[in-house]
């Protein structure tokens, strides 16, 4: 039997899509690798039945305040009732900030980044007819079981990742230096830091076949890989059988007081030490 998922690092234009695939075979727990540009085929990953969780890097939701603002808002008809969030309500939601406060990371707005944009494009792809009308009964923001006939899709950040494990690194500063360079605009230093990144990441879960040369060649694609291995972390949450070298892992959950917000605005999952 295996346990397959799946990351997709989003955007809104087909040559910045990549989609990475980790199979475990749960007899050894040894995990494969198979990676491929999204493209077209972002729906059908999203749909595999193979599959029994994608991790996807874009916003599934938007701020409270800031939607409440926009129903409220008439321009022909304004009244004193109208309430202006502050700005940090206005363009964060409750799983940003719960990312600055516990890994030191902002991640992009929704509401004032570009990352708007690609929010936009997913938002199609969820309501598109090659999706079956919607994708929403999918998504997840707790613990869960497995769907029987689709994968579980879930809001993933690889920068929070990677922040993550530097938390739990001995070698933090070796760590914040490869986040900091993977995705820069010097393409050999980038491509040497992301060659680093993957052999880390490989060692850590024990990975032994990752195209390390030519998944280095792409950013998107690396984001890919760390997209999958958080579904992969919150797949094993959802199973009794974790291999020994993810039973210290865990994927951070809402809380009673988040889960509301969840919800409503989407929670970001991102690694965290278990504490059984």
């Known amino acids: 039997m295996s346990l397959q998922v799946a990351g997709i690092d989003w955007g809104t234009k087909p040559k910045k899509q990549w989609t990475v695939k980790l199979s475990v075979d749960q007899h050894n727990g040894c995990v494969s690798v198979h990676t491929d540009a999204a493209k077209e085929n972002a ?4 749909t595999n039945r193979e599959l029994q969780v994608v991790g996807v890097d874009v916003p599934f939701g938007w701020p409270i305040d800031f939607v ?4 409220s808002w008439n321009m022909a008809g304004i009244n004193g009732s109208l309430s202006v969030a502050e700005d940090d309500g206005y363009r964060y939601r409750k799983t940003d900030n719960v990312v600055d406060e516990e890994l030191r990371k902002r991640p992009l707005s929704v509401t004032s980044d570009l990352i708007a944009a690609s929010m936009r494009a997913w938002l199609r792809l969820c309501s598109s007819t090659k999706t079956r009308g919607s994708l929403s009964p999918q998504i997840r923001v707790d613990r869960t079981e497995f769907m029987p006939n689709l994968p579980v899709l879930i809001e993933v950040y690889p920068a929070a990742t990677l ?13 914040r230096t490869l986040i900091a360079g993977y995705k820069g605009k010097d393409s050999t230093e980038a491509t ?3 060659k680093e990144l993957l052999a880390i990441l490989g060692e850590m879960f024990q990975i032994s076949n990752i195209p390390i040369s030519s998944m280095a060649e792409s950013a998107d694609e690396t984001d890919a890989f760390i997209a999958a291995i958080t579904a992969l972390i919150f797949a094993f949450d959802q199973t009794e059988n974790k291999p020994e070298v993810f039973r210290d892992w865990t994927v951070r959950y809402p809380t009673a007081e988040e889960l509301p917000f969840a919800r409503r605005e989407g929670w970001i999952f991102f690694p965290c030490k278990s504490s059984a």
Do not use: G, M, T, Y
Request: hydrophobic share 40%.
């Open 192 to 194: 040497s830091l992301r």
């Open 43 to 46: 729906e059908a990953v999203c």
């Open 68 to 71: 409440e603002l926009v129903q």
């Open 163 to 175: 922040r993550a494990f530097a938390s739990h690194s001995n070698n933090d500063i070796r760590w």
